[in-house]
Nanobody, 117 residues
Framework: QVQLVESGGGLVQAGGSLRLSCAAS????????MGWFRQAPGNERQFVGHITWSSGSTNYADSVQGRFTISRDNAKNTVYLQMDSLKFEDTAIYYC??????????WGQGTQVTVSS
């Protein structure tokens, strides 16, 4: 089992930046990918981006491509989501997620990001 704890959410003006962190603990030896998802009120949870743990390769949703950057620190078992040029529509609860090989996504508790227009 992997446990995830997010931090770094908050209130920011449109055009501003925030960085989210996700500290993972537990069984990390077979980690495949870690990622970020978000859920706005009344909407389904949607994919934001993920990073392959071994290679560091990333993939992003079209809506955040070029504005958001995912990185990881393997030594600290931590993944980051750098969010720049934030828009009002980026307002959501952001969830960190981890997917070991052969397993489904495991979720963190979520952190609120609110972008004021």
């Amino acid at each position: 089992q992997v446990q995830l704890v997010e931090s770094g959410g908050g209130l920011v003006q449109a055009g501003g930046s925030l960085r989210l962190s996700c500290a993972a603990s537990g069984r990390m030896f077979n980690m495949h990918r870690m990622g970020w998802f978000r859920q706005a009120p009344g909407n389904e949870r949607q994919f934001v981006g993920h990073i392959t743990w071994s290679s560091g390769s990333t993939n992003y949703a079209d809506s955040v491509q070029g504005r958001f950057t995912i990185s990881r620190d393997n030594a600290k078992n931590t993944v980051y989501l750098q969010m720049d040029s934030l828009k009002f529509e980026d307002t959501a609860i952001y969830y960190c997620a981890a997917r070991p090989y052969g397993a489904d996504w495991t979720w963190g508790q979520g952190t609120q990001v609110t972008v004021s227009s």
